[in-house]
C-alpha cells in the first residue's frame, strides 16, 4: 500500500514538471529527426507545420496534461483537428506509413518527459493510426477539390481544337501564327507554337485538342480526364509554361502540346503519330533533353514516381524538380542512374535571373543565382551598363523582374534593349529595395518549386566612386565583349589553358568594375605575386563550382567526387590562411573575398578554423582513397581464368557503391557486412554447379546482369531465364544460384541505399558551412585568376602602373594584343584639354585608341597592363569608346542615327572623371555636317573637364578655333610615316602634329585597286581640292588699267614675267625650260598630256596674278579653269612629270618658289603641306601663312611691299633651317 502510495506521489511530482521539461525539448524536432534519412524534405517540413498548431511551445502543448487534463479522447481530438497546409505532398510515396511513424515518436517522446499521462500518472495508449487516417484523409480532400478549381476558376476548360477554324483550311505544314489559336490558349504556348517549323512537328499541331492545357484529352477515349491525365492537369495547372516530363514506368512520357516541343526540338518520333513523345528512362538522356529543351528557351517540370502502388492503387508522383535556363542541371540524377548508365553531363549553373527597379537617380540592377542562392546587385547603374551587363551574361532567364514608381514602364519601353519578356512586381510606392529583392527571391523560388530556406545570400557591390559598368559599345570596341575583328581583351590576360572560371571573373570584373577598396586591395594581391619570386601556391588544379557545390548539397544529392574536390579546395586554403610565407596576400585577399560573399568582412582563424571542421567531415564520411576497396579481392572460385574473371566482372558491375562512403559509419558498415555474406554464399552455389573440367564454364550478361553456367549441371540443374521470364537458349543455372543471386541483388542495393543515405546525411551536416564553403570557393578562383593573370602579362612585361586622382594621363602604352617585340610603343600624354588625332589610313589611330583605352581599364580594375611601370593613369569614372557600328535597321536607326544616339548617352554622362574615345565621328553623314558635329562635341566635351581623344580625317576640325574660354586649343597628335611618297610607310608612332592627307590611294592599292582605277582616283581628287580650294575671282590691287599709250610696256613687262615663271617652273621640275608648252587660253593642250598624264601647270591672268596647280586629266581641268576666269585668262604654262606623286611635290616647291620671288598667287593651298619630303620648320610655315594672307588680301594697301617683306622672312628662316645663321644666345 506504502508503494503503491509513493508510485502515484511520483508520478504527480513528474506531471507537475512535464511543463518546465517542456520548455527545454522541442518534440517535433526530435520526432522528425527519427524519421528515416530518404524521408522527402518537403514532405518532412509539412508534418511539422501540420501539426505545429497543436504541438508548440507558444500556443499551448496538446500533450501537456494542463491542456487536455488526463483526458485522451480530448489529446486525440486536438492531433486530429491538424491538416497539411499544402495538398500536393499528399502524393509522397509513403505518406502514410511516415505519418504514423513521426506520430508514433511523437507521443514516445512525449511519454518519455511525462507528458500524455492520464489522471494516475499511467501513459495514455498511442493513437497514431486513427490520427493519421484523419491526417491525410483530409489533404486528400483538399487536394481534391484544388484539382477542381484555381482561383475559383476550373483548371482546364473543354476546347475541341487549339487552331481556329480558319487556320485548319490553310495546309497544315505551313507554320502557324499566334493569331491562328483560339482565345483559352495560353499566350505563352500560341507563340511556342508559332516557332514549330519541323514537319513531323507541324502534323501534330493539328491534332491539339480537347482541354486548354496540355491539348490531348481529345485523344483520350472516355474524353474525361481521369488517373494519371487528371493529375497531369493539376500540375500543368500549377506549372502552366512548364513542359512536363512525366515518369510512367521505365519511361518520361509528354503529351499534347509538350509532345510537340518534344518533337520540335528534341528530334524524337511521336508515338503512333499522336502528340505524345517520350524516352527510356536514364540520367544522360534525360539532362540531353532538358538541354536541348533549355537551348529553346523553354523551362521543363520533372514529374517522378517516389514508390509502389498504395491502397489506392495509383503509384504516387511528385514534382521532383523544375529545370529552366537559370537552373538547367537536373540534380537528382542519381535517383535514376542504373550500373553501367554513363554520366549524366556537365554541371551548368545557367544564365542568371535579373531583377531591375527603375529609380530616378538610376537603375537597381540584381542578378539571381538559384543554384548558389546569391542575389548580387549595385545601385546607380545606367541604362547603358545595364545593356551591357545583359550582354556580359550571354542571355539572360526570363522573365525579366521589373519593378519602379507609377508610369515608370514608360521610360522602359523607350529603351530598345530592353528585354520584353518581363514580368512587373506590383508593390507600394515606399517599397525599400530590400523588400523589393527579397520579392524578386520569393518569385524565383515559386517559379522553380524551391524552398526558400536556406535564405538567398545578398552581395551589394558597391559603386561609390568606382568606375561604372561599361557600354556595349565600348565593351565590344576595347575586346571586353565578343566582337568579330577585336582582338579578345580577356585572352591576352590569361594563358590559352587558363581555367574557364578565371576568364569569367576577369570578364566580370572589366563589364562591371569593383570599388577603389577592392581594386586596391587586387593591385596589392598581384604585386604581392609579382615581388615575391619564391612564394608557390598550393595545389588548385580542382576547384568546384560554387554554384555546384551549394546546389547538390541543398538538394542533398552531392557526390563523392564533388566532396573530394571540396576537400582538396578547403585543405589548400587552410595552407594559404595558415602558413606564414603567405602572410603578405591575407589581408588582400580576405578583403577581396569578404566583399563577394557579401560580408564587411572575414576572420582568418575563424574561416581555417571551419575550413577545418568541413574537411574532417568529409573525411568521417567519404572513403579514405589510401585504402583499398575492390569488389574482387577476396573471392576466389575457380583455378581457370576465364570462369574466375567472369564472376570478377559481375562483383565489379554490381558493387559500383564500393570507395564511396567510409565504413566507420554504422549504416554503412552493416550494409558492407550483409553484401559480403551474400558475396560468400554466392560463390559457394557457384562452386556447386561448377563441372570437373572448369575451363570457361561461367557466362556473365551484361543485359540480363546474372551468371549461368554454359553446362547444365549434374544437381538441381535447369535452364536459366532472362530479365523479362523468358528461358535462354543454352543457358543453365540452379535453384540454389538463382536464391543466392537474389539474395546478393537484395543486399547490393540495400548498400547502394545506405551509401547514398550517407553522402545525403554529409550533405545535410554541410549546410551548416555555406559561408566557409563560399569564401573557400571565392578566394581559390581570385587567387588562380590573379597568379595566372600574374605569370602571363609579366612574361609579356605588362606593368602595374600608378593609379593616381585627378592627374593627367601620361603612359607609355602599346597594343594588348602585339608581342612586345612586334608592338610600337608611344608615349601618350593627355590632360583635360583633350587631343585631336589624325594620321594616313591604317597608320594606327583606332589601334591606339584601342591600346590607351585597354590600358586605362585594365588599370583602374587593378589589373596588369600593357604599359611602362612609370606610367600615371587617372582613376576615371566612366569610360566610353564612342565608333561607327553601322545602321539598325530593325531599329529604325541609320548609322548616323545610332552615332547620335552613342553620343548624346556620352554628353549626359560625360564628368571630369570620363574618358572618351571617339573615332572617326560623322562616318555616317556629309563631311561639312560631320565637321560642325565634331567640333560642337568637343567643345561640350571640354566644357565638362572629359579626357577626350577623337581620331578623324576631317582635317578640317584642326584649322577651326574651338570656343574653349580661358584654355588652349586640344593638342594635336598625328601617326608617323616615312618621306618615301611613291611607297610610304607608316611608323605606327604617336606624334606631334596635324596630317593632312590620309593616303587613300596606298590604302586602296594595298587591297587591291587597279591602276587605271588608282589613277581615276587621283583625278577625281584633284577635281575635288580644286573646287573646295577655289575663290572668287580676285580683284585686282591696282589701280584701272593705263591709257592705251601704256599697253605697249604692260606686255614687255608680262613677257619677261612669263618667260621668268617657265624658267622657274622646269627648274622645279628638273626639266628643260624648252619642254614647258605655253598655251593660249582657247588652245586645246597637246593630246598626250590632255588625261592619264600629269602635269604641272601655271595660270597667268591679265591682273599679273598667277594660279598653280597640278592634275592627270588636264583637259577636264582646263575647261573647268576657263569658266571660272574667263577673259582674265592669258596664257597657260603645262610641263609634263613622271607621276601624281611627283606632280604634288612640284606643285608645293614651286609655290614656295613663287612666292619668294615676289609673285602674286591666288590659292597656295597645298604650300602648307609638310609630307611630301619637304622639311620645313614651324616658323616657316608661319611666315609663309602671313605673306599669303598679305598678298590675298583685297585691302591690302602695298601688296609689292609686303611680298617683299615676306621673301625677306622666308629667306631667313631657310638659313635658320640650314643653320646657316644661328642666333646669340
Known amino acids: 500500500m506504502l508503494a503503491a502510495t509513493l508510485r502515484r506521489c511520483s508520478r504527480i511530482a513528474l506531471r507537475q514538471q512535464a511543463s518546465s521539461v517542456f520548455v527545454e525539448l522541442d ?109 491525410l484523409s483530409k489533404a486528400e480532400k483538399q487536394a481534391e477539390s484544388s484539382r477542381l478549381t484555381e482561383n475559383g476558376e476550373p483548371t482546364w476548360r473543354p476546347t475541341p481544337c487549339w487552331l481556329s477554324k480558319e487556320a485548319l483550311k490553310r495546309e497544315h505544314l505551313c507554320p502557324p501564327s499566334p493569331e491562328d489559336f483560339e482565345e483559352d490558349i495560353l499566350p505563352f504556348w500560341r507563340e511556342q507554337l508559332a516557332r514549330v517549323d519541323r514537319v513531323t512537328a507541324l502534323k501534330l499541331v493539328p491534332q491539339l485538342g480537347g482541354d486548354n492545357r496540355f491539348g490531348w484529352l481529345r485523344h483520350k477515349a472516355s ?60 540520367a544522360e538522356l534525360l ?40 537552373a538547367p542541371t537536373y540534380l537528382h540524377g542519381h535517383e535514376l542512374k542504373r ?17 531591375m527597379r527603375l529609380r530616378s537617380d538610376g537603375l537597381l540592377y540584381a542578378e539571381i543565382r538559384p543554384f548558389k542562392r546569391e542575389i548580387r546587385f549595385r545601385e546607380g547603374v545606367t541604362p547603358e551598363g545595364v545593356e551591357a551587363l545583359l550582354e556580359e551574361n550571354e542571355g539572360v532567364a526570363w522573365p525579366v523582374l521589373v519593378g519602379g514608381p507609377r508610369r515608370s514602364f514608360l521610360r522602359a519601353n523607350q529603351w530598345k534593349w530592353f528585354p520584353k519578356h518581363r514580368k512587373w512586381l506590383p508593390g507600394p510606392s515606399e517599397m525599400s529595395d530590400a523588400d523589393f529583392l527579397e520579392a524578386c527571391c520569393r518569385e524565383v523560388c515559386s517559379s522553380l518549386r524551391l524552398p526558400e530556406d536556406p535564405p538567398f545570400v545578398k552581395v551589394c557591390l558597391d559603386t561609390r566612386d568606382s568606375l561604372q559598368p561599361l557600354s556595349v559599345t565600348t565593351a565590344r570596341n576595347l575586346g571586353v565583349l565578343l566582337r568579330e575583328g577585336v582582338p579578345s581583351l580577356v585572352s591576352h590576360m590569361l594563358p590559352p589553358d587558363a581555367p574557364a572560371f578565371t576568364k569569367r571573373l576577369c570578364r566580370r570584373w572589366l563589364c562591371a568594375p569593383r570599388s577603389p577598396s577592392i581594386v586596391q586591395a587586387m593591385r596589392e594581391l598581384l604585386q604581392c605575386l609579382l615581388s615575391d619570386g619564391s612564394l608557390c601556391l598550393p595545389t588548385l588544379h580542382r576547384l568546384p563550382a560554387l554554384a555546384k557545390v551549394l546546389a547538390y548539397i541543398s538538394a542533398k544529392s552531392a557526390s563523392e567526387r564533388l566532396f573530394r574536390d571540396l576537400r582538396e579546395c578547403c585543405t589548400g586554403m587552410i595552407q594559404v590562411f595558415s602558413e606564414v610565407q603567405f602572410k603578405a596576400i591575407w589581408p588582400p585577399l580576405l578583403e577581396i573575398v569578404a566583399a563577394d560573399v557579401g560580408e564587411t568582412s572575414l576572420d582568418r582563424l575563424t574561416i581555417v578554423g571551419e575550413l577545418q571542421s568541413i574537411t574532417s567531415l ?102 536459366a531465364r532472362d530479365r523479362k521470364g523468358k528461358t535462354k537458349q543454352h543457358r543453365y543455372t540452379t535453384k540454389r544460384l538463382e536464391a543466392a543471386m537474389d539474395f546478393y541483388g537484395e543486399a547490393v542495393r540495400a548498400a547502394q541505399t545506405a551509401v547514398q543515405d550517407a553522402l545525403s546525411q554529409l550533405s545535410a551536416e554541410l549546410r551548416s558551412f555555406v559561408l566557409p564553403m563560399r569564401a573557400a570557393i571565392g578566394a581559390a578562383e581570385i587567387l588562380v585568376t590573379a597568379h595566372r593573370h600574374v605569370s602571363h602579362t609579366s612574361a609579356a612585361r605588362w606593368q602595374l602602373p600608378a593609379l593616381v586622382e585627378g592627374s593627367s594621363f601620361d603612359a607609355l602604352v602599346a597594343p594588348y594584343w602585339l608581342e612586345r617585340g612586334d608592338a610600337v610603343v608611344s608615349r601618350v600624354k593627355l590632360s583635360s584639354l583633350g587631343a585631336i588625332a589624325t594620321g594616313p589610313n591604317m597608320a594606327g589611330k583606332s589601334t591606339l585608341m584601342r591600346a590607351l583605352g585597354a590600358s586605362a581599364l585594365l588599370a583602374n580594375c587593378g589589373f596588369l597592363c600593357p604599359c611602362h611601370s612609370s606610367s600615371r593613369i ?40 570620363t574618358l572618351a574615345l571617339v573615332d572617326e565621328f560623322g562616318r555616317g553623314t556629309e563631311p561639312r555636317a560631320a565637321e560642325a558635329a565634331v567640333c560642337a562635341l568637343l567643345e561640350e566635351l571640354s566644357a565638362r573637364g572629359t ?68 589613277e581615276r582616283f587621283h583625278g577625281f581628287q584633284q577635281l575635288q581640292r580644286d573646287l573646295v580650294d577655289a575663290e572668287p575671282k580676285a580683284s585686282s590691287t591696282s589701280e584701272a588699267l593705263s591709257p592705251s599709250s601704256e599697253s605697249s610696256s604692260k606686255d614687255v613687262a608680262m613677257g619677261s614675267g612669263l618667260k621668268a615663271t617657265a624658267t622657274l617652273l622646269a627648274d622645279v621640275c628638273s626639266k628643260d625650260p624648252a619642254s614647258v608648252v605655253r598655251l593660249r587660253p582657247e588652245s586645246m593642250p597637246p593630246a598626250s598630256i590632255s588625261a592619264g598624264k600629269a602635269v604641272v601647270y601655271v595660270l597667268v591672268l591679265e591682273s599679273g596674278s598667277l594660279y598653280v596647280g597640278q592634275t592627270d586629266h588636264l583637259h577636264a581641268r582646263l575647261a573647268t579653269h576657263r569658266r571660272r576666269f574667263g577673259s582674265d585668262l592669258h596664257e597657260i604654262l603645262l610641263l ?69 617683306s615676306a621673301k625677306i622672312l622666308l629667306d631667313l628662316a631657310e638659313k635658320l633651317a640650314k643653320d646657316e645663321l644661328k642666333p646669340d644666345g
Open 339 to 355: 550500373s553501367g548508365d554513363a554520366a549524366a553531363g556537365e554541371f551548368s549553373e545557367g544564365r542568371p535571373y535579373v531583377a
Open 1136 to 1204: 609634263g612629270v613622271k607621276g601624281t606623286a611627283e606632280a604634288r611635290r612640284c606643285e608645293t616647291l614651286l609655290q614656295r618658289r613663287l612666292l619668294r620671288e615676289g609673285s602674286a598667287l591666288l590659292s597656295s593651298h597645298d604650300f602648307r603641306n609638310l609630307h611630301f619630303g619637304l622639311e620645313e620648320s614651324d616658323e616657316e610655315e608661319d611666315f609663309g601663312n602671313t605673306a599669303l594672307r598679305s598678298v590675298d588680301s583685297p585691302c591690302s594697301e602695298d601688296a609689292e611691299q609686303l611680298r617683299r
Open 287 to 326: 539532362q540531353r533533353t532538358l538541354d536541348s529543351l533549355i537551348r529553346a528557351d523553354l523551362s521543363v517540370a520533372v514529374i517522378v514516381q517516389v514508390g509502389t502502388k498504395g491502397n489506392a492503387k495509383k503509384v504516387p508522383r511528385l514534382v521532383r524538380q523544375v529545370v529552366s535556363p537559370g
Open 947 to 1014: 579626357h577626350f581623344v577623337l581620331a578623324t580625317h576631317l582635317h578640317g576640325v584642326a584649322d577651326i578655333q574651338l570656343k574653349l574660354p580661358g584654355r588652349s586649343q586640344p593638342s594635336f597628335w598625328r601617326m608617323g610615316m616615312s618621306a618615301d611618297l611613291q611607297e610610304p610607310r607608316w611608323t605606327y608612332k604617336l606624334e606631334e602634329g596635324i596630317c593632312r592627307d590620309s593616303f587613300a590611294w596606298h590604302t586602296l592599292k594595298k587591297f587591291g585597286w587597279s591602276d587605271s582605277a588608282l
Open 27 to 135: 518534440l517535433l524536432t526530435v520526432a522528425s529527426s527519427k524519421l528515416p534519412l530518404s524521408t522527402d524534405e518537403t514532405f518532412r517540413q509539412a508534418l511539422l507545420n501540420g501539426f505545429a498548431p497543436v504541438v508548440s511551445r507558444e500556443g499551448g502543448n496538446c500533450f501537456c496534461p494542463s491542456v487536455h487534463n488526463g483526458n485522451r479522447q480530448t489529446l486525440v481530438n486536438m492531433l486530429k483537428n491538424c491538416r497539411l497546409e499544402s495538398p500536393e505532398v499528399f502524393a509522397h510515396a509513403e505518406s502514410e506509413e511516415l505519418t504514423r511513424i513521426f506520430l508514433k515518436q511523437l507521443w514516445a517522446e512525449a511519454v518519455k518527459v511525462g507528458l500524455a499521462v492520464d489522471q494516475e500518472g499511467l501513459p495514455m495508449r498511442a493513437a497514431a493510426a486513427e490520427v493519421t487516417k484523419s491526417f
Open 618 to 719: 568529409i573525411d568521417e564520411w567519404v572513403h579514405d582513397e589510401r585504402i583499398s576497396d575492390e569488389a574482387a579481392v577476396g573471392i576466389h572460385v575457380s583455378d581457370d581464368d576465364t570462369t574466375q574473371r567472369s564472376v570478377e566482372r559481375f562483383l565489379e558491375a554490381n558493387e559500383m557503391f564500393r570507395g564511396v562512403a567510409s565504413q566507420k559509419q554504422p549504416l554503412v558498415e552493416e550494409a558492407y557486412e550483409r553484401v559480403q555474406v551474400a558475396r560468400i554464399e554466392l560463390c559457394n552455389a557457384i562452386k556447386e554447379g561448377l563441372p570437373d573440367e572448369q575451363n570457361d564454364s561461367l557466362i556473365y550478361s551484361i543485359i540480363d546482369n546474372d551468371i549461368c553456367y554454359r553446362q547444365k549441371p549434374l544437381k538441381n540443374g535447369c535452364s
Open 874 to 913: 587617372p582613376r576615371y569614372r566612366q569610360v566610353f569608346f564612342l565608333a561607327a557600328d553601322g545602321d539598325r535597321p530593325s531599329e529604325g536607326v541609320s548609322a548616323f542615327g545610332y552615332e547620335a544616339l552613342q553620343s548624346a548617352t556620352l554628353l549626359q554622362r560625360a564628368c571630369p572623371g
Open 223 to 282: 474524353g474525361v480526364p481521369t488517373g494519371l491525365f487528371e493529375e497531369a492537369l493539376q500540375w500543368k495547372a500549377e506549372l502552366p509554361e512548364c513542359v512536363l516530363l512525366v515518369q510512367v514506368g521505365d519511361f518520361f512520357e509528354a503529351w499534347g502540346v509538350d509532345a510537340v516541343m518534344l518533337v520540335q526540338w528534341c528530334g524524337l518520333n511521336p508515338m503512333s503519330r499522336k502528340p505524345r513523345a517520350g524516352f527510356p528512362i536514364s
